[in-house]
């Protein structure tokens, strides 16, 4: 029945997603939308002059590192979930939580370390544009992190497997999403600071 | 169960419309998943609104027509808003333009017009059993009320709702001390707009998903109504912008509520300078009309869709240039994000830059051309049948040509210098926008009105309506074009302290008085709606003879829209008067097998096509029938 739809729409019904996943998507073109405004605005400002220079924080390459590195244990932990390998699967997203905490309390320290160097977010618009950056992407990041504990606990119900993917595969993009979206911000910051 | 088949498109309740459904009150008014009545609801918080705004709107055109009135008849109502000697507080008129504004733009032109039809009609006309997230389409309109009751809230609180203008420019919204509004009104606004967008997003998400995903077969892109298209576009301009005014109000809440500068630079009050520096006004206004001129064609898209369908059915005619008209809409859409600027062209930016606007902008005109021209030729020597749709629907067309041309003249930033904030802008915004769009809404009323209540609305009624507001909304805004090229600046609360501006008075006072005529004539409309939802004459399946799927649902249609097979769609939807068909529309159903009479040598080929599909469909229904029994 399939093979015999896929003559009739393959040429009227070109595209045909999972509505869900779909809708993910445009939930993250909206959340890109709200960082390209931000970083548009930080740019327009930083061109106006009065701009206080700073060093970033170092602890921002270590936050990439660990942000990275949760991908890759997310990747391993969806790759597992593929194979029907539950071990591997559990383990890969216990050890993605776990990490995306640590990203969070790090981020948290650079905020300390900001504040060691007088740099506040009240004061000259560099500083608060900075904790904008990292407040509104940590907020979407505990977004995250409650999907991926979501996820998490289906996981240990034997509910994510290879015939049902969805959640799993929605919870992957989102936070690989987040990582790009902190690379991205970082990388921004270090060539525009 | 024979639509077993129909899973493949349908996701979400293909299963409901077999067994009885016993919805109680709550699940069926309410809190419904239902996207006709998620539909409705929007359109009634919406028509509350629009009472609302032009209630607002009454006062200060008084104000404006008849400086020296005593007012002291409105203090029951406004209470202290009305001053001692029994004129409105100069505090409050601000107020009132800025809520007038919100208001309009966005509770009912914006939720109202995109919320009621977007829900209503994309599956209905696309073919689908619900929104692909009924859940979350609930959650949109939900938000909505909450926005609304907290925006509602703030028309009444002590120091009065926020006062800086619609676009809330800071410094004037940032710092408290700059007027009352800028206390708690705004404070109100900026969390009432949060859950407005988080509305918008919601919506837009799932229209542009059930658009894309839950089609159903034989709806490609090339054979959806024009209003899906329109309705498409519009939820992916608010996909992109409404996230930008979010960022900018983030900002805003952060520099009115923990200090900061972002928008906030060398502020003195009272001799004594803030402690706010290095911020800058104008990021605000590059942030907000980066939404905000999208936000017109948020406003304008879905009536300019609304108005291709209904003047192509009571014309008896295709629509003329297809694809010119989503082209057309996609030209829009685009040139809407690389235009905000024409906005601000005495914000002080760079002229140069005003010049790169100042074009694009002007490109705008051509795509709004191919439209009016395409809607023109489509009613050229067609059959017409001036139904009250109909007659709102060629309202829309000559308001979004008088008001167009205007725009023209405001898109060049020399002149602009001239006209800039004055009664010209005002004149030209509400005809364009703001009269188009509602008539593009109240054309869509009565146009579905029998599909959303399965009545009839008295079309006698509706003509006077028509003629009233037609004529009233060129009485109030047509004489506002010489009063702007006179120099008067909008948002004044009076003109005869100065001498440049004393005269006149008589034009405002006609302005006024055409206003609340007017406005007093939307009554007939509000009572021939809600008494003809319940008395109405009963419609007929399909009253307009029309083609489009909506009208091969039932007078009632359930939950799920189709009691069985959800049809499947043969053609596009404008096969009216074609040459040699019995009659002079073929709705969408029919297949190009079942007319030959009329088809073209092309269609002849694509018969051969069709007969396959037909074939298919029904040894899959026969498979399924024998694999269920």
């Keep these: 029945m399939e093979e015999k739809f896929a003559y009739v729409e393959g040429a009227e019904q070109p595209i045909s997603m999972h509505p869900k996943k779909f809708a993910l998507w445009l939930f993250i073109v909206s959340v890109v939308m709200i960082f390209a405004s931000l970083t548009s605005a930080y740019i327009v400002r930083q061109a106006e002059g009065n701009w206080l220079e700073f060093e970033l924080p170092s602890i921002f390459w270590y936050t990439s590192i660990i942000i990275v590195l949760s991908s890759v244990t997310l990747h391993v932990a969806y790759q597992a979930a593929k194979k029907d390998d539950f071990q591997k699967l559990k383990g890969g997203m216990f050890l993605t939580v776990l990490l995306g905490l640590v990203f969070l309390v790090c981020q948290w320290y650079s905020w300390v370390a900001l504040v060691d160097r007088d740099v506040y977010f009240v004061g000259n618009p560099a500083g608060s544009f900075l904790y904008v950056f990292t407040g509104l992407h940590a907020i979407h990041l505990i977004s995250g992190v409650i999907f991926l504990i979501i996820v998490l606990i289906s996981s240990f119900r034997y509910k994510v497997h290879s015939k049902n993917m969805n959640a799993m595969e929605m919870c992957v993009t989102y936070w690989h999403f987040l990582g790009g979206l902190w690379l991205y911000l970082f990388m921004f910051l270090l060539l525009n600071h | ?11 979400t309740g293909h299963d409901h419309h077999d067994h009885e459904h016993h919805d109680n009150f709550i699940t069926k008014y309410i809190f419904t998943t239902d996207h006709k009545m998620i539909g409705k609801q929007f359109l009634v ?8 705004g032009g209630l607002l709107s009454l006062i200060f055109r008084l104000q404006l027509g008849f400086p020296d009135m005593k007012l002291e008849w409105l203090r029951p109502v406004l209470g202290g808003w009305i001053t001692p000697d029994g004129a409105l507080d100069p505090e409050f008129y601000l107020a009132l333009v800025t809520m007038h504004g919100t208001i309009m733009v966005f509770f009912v032109l914006t939720a109202g017009l995109s919320g009621t039809f977007s829900n209503f009609l994309i599956p209905l006309q696309i073919g689908a059993r619900d929104m692909a997230s009924g859940f979350m389409n609930m959650l949109s309109y939900w938000l909505f009320f909450v926005s609304s009751v907290i925006m509602f809230i703030s028309l ?73 298209w329109a309705f498409f576009l519009t939820a992916i301009i608010g996909l992109l912008s409404f996230p930008v005014l979010f960022s900018a109000a983030l900002l805003l809440v952060f520099d009115r509520s923990f200090g900061t500068s972002f928008y906030l630079s060398d502020i003195y009050i009272g001799g004594e300078a803030l402690p706010n520096t290095g911020g800058s006004p104008v990021l605000y206004q590059h942030l907000f009309w980066f939404l905000g001129h999208p936000e017109v064609y948020i406003v304008l898209l879905p009536a300019l869709g609304i108005t291709s369908e209904i003047i192509a059915t009571n014309s008896r005619k295709p629509i003329f240039g297809y694809k010119a008209m989503i082209i057309s809409m996609l030209g829009i859409t685009i040139l809407s994000f690389v235009v905000w ?15 790169i606007f100042m074009f694009l902008t002007l490109i705008i005109a051509i795509p709004s051309a191919v439209k009016v021209f395409n809607y023109l030729t489509t009613l050229w020597r067609g059959n017409l049948v001036f139904t009250p749709g109909m007659l709102f629907s060629i309202g829309l067309v000559s308001f979004f040509i008088s008001g167009g ?43 579905w009105f029998p599909k959303m209540f399965g009545r009839m609305m008295d079309a006698r009624l509706g003509y006077v309506h028509f003629w009233l507001t037609f004529i009233g909304v060129y009485m109030v805004f047509f004489p506002m074009h010489y009063i702007g090229i006179a120099g008067f600046p909008r948002r004044y609360y009076s003109w005869t302290g100065f001498e440049f501006s004393n005269m006149y008075t008589d034009l405002n006072m006609f302005v006024s008085a055409a206003a609340i005529i007017t406005f007093a004539a939307q009554f007939i409309f509000l009572f ?102």
């Design chain 2, 156 to 228: 009444f609180i002590e120091t009065g709702p926020a006062s800086g203008g619609w676009v809330v420019y800071p410094p004037l919204s940032a710092l408290e001390q700059a007027m009352p509004g800028s206390g708690l009104g705004m404070t109100l606004w900026l969390v009432a707009m949060t859950f407005f967008i988080a509305s918008s997003l919601l919506g837009g998400i799932n229209y542009i998903t059930t658009v894309i995903n839950l089609r159903t077969k034989g709806m490609s892109f090339s054979r959806l109504p024009l209003t899906i």
């Design chain 2, 1 to 11: 169960m024979a639509t077993a088949h129909t899973a493949t498109h349908s996701a």
């Design chain 2, 45 to 52: 918080t919406g028509m509350f609104w629009a009472i609302i």
């Design chain 2, 341 to 355: 600027a024409h906005h601000m062209f005495v914000s002080g930016m760079n002229p140069f830059l005003g010049s």
């Design chain 2, 528 to 629: 021939n709606f809600f008494y003809s939802m319940f008395r109405g004459r009963v419609a007929s399946l399909n009253p307009w003879r029309s083609n489009t799927l909506e009208w091969t649902t039932p007078l009632h249609p359930g939950h799920g829209n189709w009691p069985g097979e959800i049809p499947a769609v043969y053609r596009w939807p404008y096969d009216y008067s074609k040459p040699g068909a019995k009659e002079d529309f073929i709705p969408q159903t029919v297949p190009l097998s079942a007319t030959p009479e009329s088809n073209l040598p092309h269609e002849q080929e694509l018969v051969k096509l069709e007969k396959e599909i037909i074939a298919d469909e029904e040894t899959d229904l026969v498979a399924n029938e024998s694999k269920e029994s």
């Design chain 2, 405 to 447: 041309l205007t725009g023209i003249f405001l898109g060049n930033s020399a002149i602009d210098i001239q006209l800039h904030d004055t009664y010209f802008v005002v004149a030209h915004f509400h005809l364009v926008m703001g009269s188009a769009s509602f008539f593009g809404m109240v054309a869509g009323i009565y146009h």
